[in-house]
């Protein structure tokens, strides 16, 4: 069909039917189906009902991934940057307050590249401490529209069991990440030490 066509052409879609996010064998991303579903209800609300929370969302931002005159699906790293800034702005934090990142991780040698120099742009300063990172789609492939709410929630069960999953598929670093503050996860471990309550940021494009 016109869809896959269009995937062939851009060689965007793995040979090998694995999700290689960050690793130096990525060569596409998998297709994946799925859903998910959250409740968001004001936390003073959901104090006052009762309810059981499974963690608050401390801010947001949306923003255009803008282009690179290279090709159609080449985002721009600063715009990238930006969004995670402004996200990290409405929450009233800052990249030293993370502890965690769902990366989009698609397993594409281009856009995780681009999506580690967004990520370092705000990590950097962390190389001696740096933040832990990891994609759900090494698990279940890309679902599309769905894969959004997959990233958003693996980090809310992560923090509620305080432990961070493995990112599967990784062993050859593409980039070498020490130097940008950040950490592939690559074995189900305890949250790390912190001082502060567990935090993690999800990237979706």
Known sequence: DEIAMLEREFGAVSVSGHTYAFDQRADGYVRGEGGGLVLLKPLPLALDDGDRIHAVIRGGAVGN??????????????????????????????????DYVEAHGTGTKVGDAIEVQALGEIFAERAQN????????????????????????????????????????????????????????????????????????????
Request: aromatic share 2%.
């Open 65 to 98: 991934a803008g282009h690179i005159a290279t090709a159609q699906t080449v985002p721009s790293a600063r715009s990238e940057a930006d969004v995670i800034r402004h996200a990290l702005a409405d929450a009233g934090l800052t990249g030293s307050d993370i």
């Open 130 to 205: 740096p933040v832990r990172v990891g994609s759900v789609k090494t698990n279940t492939g890309h679902a599309g529209g769905a894969a959004g709410i997959a990233g958003l929630l693996k980090a809310v069960l992560a923090i509620e069991h305080a432990a961070i999953p493995a990112s599967l598929n990784y062993a050859d670093p593409q980039t070498e990440l020490n130097d940008l503050g950040l950490q592939v996860n690559t074995a189900l471990t305890p949250w790390p030490p912190v001082d502060h309550p567990m935090r993690a940021g999800v990237s979706s494009f």
